[in-house]
Every structure is written in C-alpha cells, then in structure tokens.
C-alpha cells in the first residue's frame, strides 16, 4: 500500500515532498485538504496532526509524520535506492540540515508572513518591509551559493527542494531581481530543468493563480524595491584558533545558543565559547560574514568545518561525539519525529517569539498585547497536544528536540505566562526538563535574559 500524503498542491512544503517522491519513484496516495474550507482543522485531521499543517504523511504500517523537512528525510531513508539527495556523510548531512532549518525558520516564515495577511486578513499590498525580508533571504540564499552549483555542494539534495519550493512561491509574492541576485538566478533556472522539478509545476501555477485571484489588482506595480543592505563592521575581531574544541560563536541572551549548550554538556563536549557582542554589530563584521553569511549564532567551527543553525548543530555535535545516539536516535522513526518538533521549534515557536520580542527590544514596546497573548497561547496549545501520553516531546527519552523547546519555550514564558491548568502537559514537562543537571546550561543565560526583558517592560 502507498503512503497517503495529505496536501494541498498550492504549498511549497508539499511540493518539496512530491519532488522527493517523484525522484526515488515513490507512489503516494494525495488527499487533497481545501485549507481555505478548514479542512485541516477538523477533529479527525487534528487527531493526526495537532499542529494542522500540511503535508501529513501516513506510512503503510499508520505512521503518522508532519513537517516537510522531516517527511522528505524519512521518506528516503526507507524507500531510496541510495543516499544522494540526504548522503549518509556526517559534513554534507549537517550542511543539508541547516539549509532546511533556514527554510524553516527563515525563508518559510517570511514567505507566510508576507502571504497570511494578505489571504486571512486586512493586508491588500506587499509592503517595503515584505520586500526588505523577501530580499534579505534572497542575499542569503545568494550567499550560500558562493562557489556552488547547489545550495549545498555540487549535487542536487532534499535542501534544494525544500528551498526552490519556497523560493518560486516567494519569487510570485517578491520578484527576484536577476541583476542583484544572479547566482540565485542561476540556481532558480538549473533547478527548473531537473525532472523532479515537474513535481513542483503544477502546484506552483496554482499558487500564481491563487495569489492573483486573491489580491486582483491589489499589489501595487511601483512598489518600494530597496535592497537591504548589510550594515558590515570594519573592525576585525576574530581570531582563528586552532584549538582541540570546536569553537561556538555564541550570545548570552539566544534561546538556540542555549540549547546547543544543553546539548554539549550532556554529551560532556568541551566547546571553546567566543562571544560576538550583536549590540556593536559583531555578527555583521565581514570577517564573521565569511563564516556565515546568515550572520547567526551559534555558529559552529570545528577545526575546518562550518555550520550554523542550533538544531544541525546539535545534530551534528551528537553524531560526532556523543557515546550513544539518545539524544537523536537512529532509529528512523525516531528521528523523524526529533526533526519534525524541531522544525516547529524553528518555523512557529521561535518566529513567534521574536515576533513579540524583537518591538520590545527595539521599537520601546512597553505592552504585552493580547494577539501577542494568542500568539503564544497557540504555541503552547500545540506543545500540550504533542505532550499527550508522553514524558518528553517526542516520547521516552529526553531527546534535543527538547532542548531546542524548552530554551525558546523559558524565553517566551516570560513575555507571555503559561497557564498552568490550561497547559498542564506543557507544564509538567518544563519541571522535569528543569530538575535534570543539564538544565543549568539554560538557567543561566535565561536568567539574564529575564532581567533584561523585565527592565525594558518596566
Ligand atoms: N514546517 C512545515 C510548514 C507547513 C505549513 O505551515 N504548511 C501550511 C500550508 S503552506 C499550512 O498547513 N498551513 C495551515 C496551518 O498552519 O493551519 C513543513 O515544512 O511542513
């Protein structure tokens, strides 16, 4: 029997799992949801998939996976011939997981941002803030490119998938300018002409369709078309080591920091820790950007490899140098479901934290609002229906899908209070996670972060 899919061909992540399917010849049973008609938020869908998302996958065997990212893992590990679109190598692995992540957190979520209120709400034009995040994911991606003829190396991966899903849905919303972002250009034409990319066609026009039929002539033609252009410190602050440790760029105040430090001293990994001051820009200092261009921390160096993203970090750090696989199993299944909780870690939970945070913290936001207060209600709802029956977030053992929650979960905790009665899974889980020695990896940063938080309240 073929795995059913349930999709919705207008989604980018639905079409990077057809893409997937259609280049290892899988047959996938598709039942179309009509979003629009609330289709995923039916009781029996619920059931499968809380968090109501598609695409939902169900294996022949009643395996339930959501999260694309996490779909399109699994369904090579069980059904391909052999690894080249998510090679089994531990460096290519890890770079394929950050340009996932960056799909999620980043180009995803920007791409919802800029596309939910125009469909659900008020919002009748792309504004020159939209084009400001389109463009700055697109610099990104053009970044990441440098050197490159796929986003990740010089073969085609499930990164390239993820990505140009998103991407050619963006692209409708923002246009990407060819003069400005001609390696991406490149990618975009190279990608079109592989036969997976059929996959990802049909859905796409029915996007354009979608989006034209929506808006009409709402998006206004001479619009605002800035480039964001990186303010890039002059001052040279990094000094290569080449110390033993892996070296962490890190903040003090960073929920993903913080879980990749849960990670290292579980695992009883020395990390040599630099501190990037982000208030004087350092992460934007062009010596840093040469590391990487996305300019976040963490950021990990060991000796000469480079990743970034908390959550391929801490998948890497555990499959190089933890005694056992616990923390991310090996098992397939497992693992599947560690990835899908960190990629809503990544897409919702930490987006809608920097969404009530990033006001505060610069435009003097003295209020927590009451769709701040939804917001993060939401959040919490989902995390109470994935705690159902189970100890930890994905089940029996403490796993980094926890650490990447519990890290951003503390954070947004306070700005918005978990109500104990209403969350009482959520709750229970936050205690246990706090009794266990490794905890104090996020007590600390946490604790100053609270402080911080509190006075610019005040
Ligand atoms: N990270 C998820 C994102 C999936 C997602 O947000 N899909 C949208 C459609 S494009 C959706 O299901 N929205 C409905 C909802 O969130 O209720 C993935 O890669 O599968």
């Keep these: 029997m073929a795995p059913t899919l349930y999709m919705m061909p207008p989604s980018p992540p639905v079409r990077a799992v057809l893409m997937t399917a259609k280049s290892i010849g899988l047959d996938l049973e598709l039942k179309q949801l009509n979003l629009r008609r609330g289709d995923h938020k039916t009781p029996e869908y619920l059931k499968l998939n809380p968090q109501h998302t598609v695409p939902t996958l169900v294996d022949d065997d009643g395996f339930v996976l959501w999260d694309s990212h996490a779909i399109m893992v699994y369904l090579l590990s069980k059904y391909a011939k052999d690894d080249s679109l998510y090679p089994q190598d531990l460096r290519k692995r890890a770079v394929i997981d950050q340009r996932m992540h960056f799909d999620s957190g980043v180009a995803f979520a920007v791409f919802l941002r800029i596309l939910y209120p125009l469909i659900y709400g008020e919002k009748k034009t792309i504004t020159s803030e939209d084009t400001k995040a389109a463009e700055e994911v697109y610099s990104f991606l053009e970044a990441f490119l440098e050197g490159r003829q796929w986003l990740t190396g010089d073969f085609v991966t499930i990164a390239d998938y993820s990505l140009i899903a998103t991407t050619s849905s963006l692209n409708v919303l923002v246009k990407i300018d060819p003069v400005k972002y001609p390696k991406l250009t490149a990618w975009v034409k190279n990608v079109e002409k592989l036969?997976?990319?059929?996959?990802?066609?049909?859905?796409?026009?029915?996007?354009?369709?979608?989006?034209?039929?929506?808006?009409?002539?709402?998006?206004?033609?001479?619009?605002?078309?800035?480039?964001?252009?990186?303010?890039?410190?002059?001052?040279?602050?990094?000094?290569?080591?080449?110390?033993?440790?892996?070296?962490?760029y890190v903040t003090h105040l960073t929920p993903p920091v913080r879980a990749v430090l849960m990670t290292a001293k579980t695992i009883d990994l020395d990390l040599e820790l630099k501190k990037l001051n982000v208030e004087k820009r350092e992460h934007k200092n062009s010596e840093f950007l040469k590391l990487n261009p996305q300019h976040t921390v963490p950021t990990l160096v060991d000796n000469d490899f480079v990743l970034w993203d908390s959550h391929a970090i801490m998948a890497y750090l555990v499959s190089k140098y933890a005694k056992d696989d616990s923390l991310y199993p090996n098992d397939l299944k497992q693992r599947a479901i560690v990835n899908q909780r960190m990629h809503f870690e990544n897409g919702v939970a930490f987006p809608e934290l920097l969404k009530i945070l990033y006001p505060i913290i610069h435009d003097g936001k003295k209020t927590i609002t009451q769709e701040d207060e939804i917001a993060a209600d939401e959040v919490y709802?989902?995390?109470?229906?994935?705690?159902?029956?189970?100890?930890?977030?994905?089940?029996?053992?403490?796993?980094?899908?926890?650490?990447?929650?519990?890290?951003?979960?503390?954070?947004?905790?306070?700005?918005?209070?978990?109500?104990?009665v209403v969350f009482p899974n959520l709750n229970t889980w936050m205690k246990k996670l706090e009794q266990l020695p490794v905890y104090e990896a996020n007590r600390k940063g946490l604790d100053s972060y609270t402080t911080h938080v509190k006075l610019l309240l005040r």
């Excluded at 995390?383 to 929650?405: P, R």
């Design 381 to 420: 709802s989902f995390l109470e229906a994935f705690l159902d029956g189970k100890q930890w977030i994905t089940g029996d053992s403490v796993t980094i899908a926890d650490y990447s929650l519990i890290t951003t979960i503390t954070a947004l905790n306070v700005l918005v209070k978990i109500d104990h």
């Design 195 to 248: 036969p997976a990319y059929e996959a990802n066609k049909p859905g796409l026009e029915k996007f354009i369709g979608y989006v034209k039929s929506i808006l009409m002539c709402k998006i206004p033609i001479g619009m605002e078309n800035k480039a964001y252009i990186f303010t890039r410190n002059k001052r040279i602050f990094i000094h290569f080591s080449f110390a033993m440790a892996p070296v962490l």
